[in-house]
T-cell receptor, first 110, second 116 residues
Framework: LAKTTQPISMDSYEGQEVNITCSHNNIATNDYITWYQQFPSQGPRFIIQGYKTKVTNEVASLFIPADRKSSTLSLPRVSLSDTAVYYCLVGDGDTDKLIFGTGTRLQVFP | GAVVSQHPSRVICKSGTSVKIECRSLDFQATTMFWYRQFPKKSLMLMATSNEGSKATYEQGVEKDKFLINHASLTLSTLTVTSAHPEDSSFYIC????????????FGPGTRLTVT
């Protein structure tokens, strides 16, 4: 089972743009890439989902290169309340199972 | 948006007892529900997938006799941890999907189980 990897942690300051990358070099051909936000002792909350190129919604953008072996979640202007763990979720190309990434702990400072 | 609830949110039980956790989709019919386990500072690990009216499919390494899953209706799935031991202490999260596209999952708030 190919591992879906993310940086363990990132630090940022309020108002800055944060980009979190997920590496998934064995992604299933037909599956979307989904990103979630998780606060301590809560279930994951949906942020954004995409298949290729770029997707933007009111809270984030998602960049996916043509080979789809990675994806980047972009949070335009983070605030203190964006301090959380961020996970990507992708389908594994061999098993077709959905696999969560290792998670990135984002700490936003004032 | 779609809402998924879990009950209880937190439970403490003694070693050797069984604990049931409920997962409900409140405003949609869930064709499939998933159960995850999450250890502190770790990612979510899929335990099993359940479809209404059929037996759950367990991931490798998950004991089906220990973690009993029942998906009795399109809005309710239960996870029963039988003969719990301290190593079963964890955060259990369910998710539900109303479509065949399993990546469109809606997650519950989670249940923290502590076995003493």
């Amino acid at each position: 089972l190919a591992k879906t990897t993310q940086p363990i942690s990132m630090d940022s300051y309020e108002g800055q743009e944060v980009n979190i990358t997920c590496s998934h070099n064995n992604i299933a051909t037909n599956d979307y890439i989904t990103w979630y936000q998780q606060f301590p002792s809560q279930g994951p909350r949906f942020i954004i989902q995409g298949y290729k190129t770029k997707v933007t919604n009111e809270v984030a953008s998602l960049f996916i290169p043509a080979d789809r072996k990675s994806s980047t979640l972009s949070l335009p202007r983070v605030s203190l309340s964006d301090t959380a763990v961020y996970y990507c979720l992708v389908g594994d190309g061999d098993t077709d199972k959905l696999i969560f990434g290792t998670g990135t702990r984002l700490q936003v400072f004032p | 948006g779609a809402v998924v609830s879990q009950h209880p949110s937190r439970v403490i039980c003694k070693s050797g007892t069984s604990v049931k956790i409920e997962c409900r989709s409140l405003d949609f019919q869930a064709t499939t529900m998933f159960w995850y386990r999450q250890f502190p500072k770790k990612s979510l690990m899929l335990m099993a997938t359940s479809n209404e009216g059929s037996k759950a499919t367990y991931e490798q390494g998950v004991e089906k006799d220990k973690f009993l899953i029942n998906h009795a209706s399109l809005t309710l799935s239960t996870l029963t941890v039988t003969s719990a031991h301290p190593e079963d202490s964890s955060f259990y999260i369910c998710s539900a999907t109303e479509s065949v596209k399993a990546y469109e999952q809606y997650f519950g708030p989670g249940t923290r189980l502590t076995v003493t």
